[in-house]
């Protein structure tokens, strides 16, 4: 069955840098773009970051253009999120998504502060 597994999070000083990461099983992963999201308490969850099946062409949220960069490696079935220059308020858990298939990972918590 599907399965999209994150790994990465964790707890980092304002200005510290993470890299998350998202293993997907299940499906033919370098067919399908791929999206990191996040989600605070209360509030709805936000769309960071988009990678298409191709790697190129991305796009990003305005809060983290500049800070944070989507990749992909289709050979091992991995999508990653790396996160500089890290501010209190990307504190949230952060997903990954198939916006075609639907299909969301268990989530990793991310907190930046000092």
């Known amino acids: 069955q599907v399965q999209l597994v994150e790994s990465g999070g964790g707890l980092v000083q304002p200005g510290g840098s993470l890299r998350l990461s998202c293993a997907a099983s299940g499906f033919t992963f370098s067919r399908y773009a791929m999206r990191w999201y996040r989600q605070t308490p209360g509030k709805e969850r936000e769309l960071v970051a988009t990678i298409p099946y191709t790697g190129s062409n991305t796009n990003y949220a305005e809060s983290v253009k500049g800070r944070f960069t989507i990749s992909r490696d289709n050979a091992k079935n991995t999508v990653y999120l790396q996160m500089n220059s890290l501010k209190p308020e990307d504190t949230a858990m952060y997903y990954c998504?198939?916006?075609?298939?639907?299909?969301w990972g268990q989530g990793t918590q991310v907190t930046v502060s000092s």
């Open positions: 998504n198939t916006p075609v298939l639907g299909y």
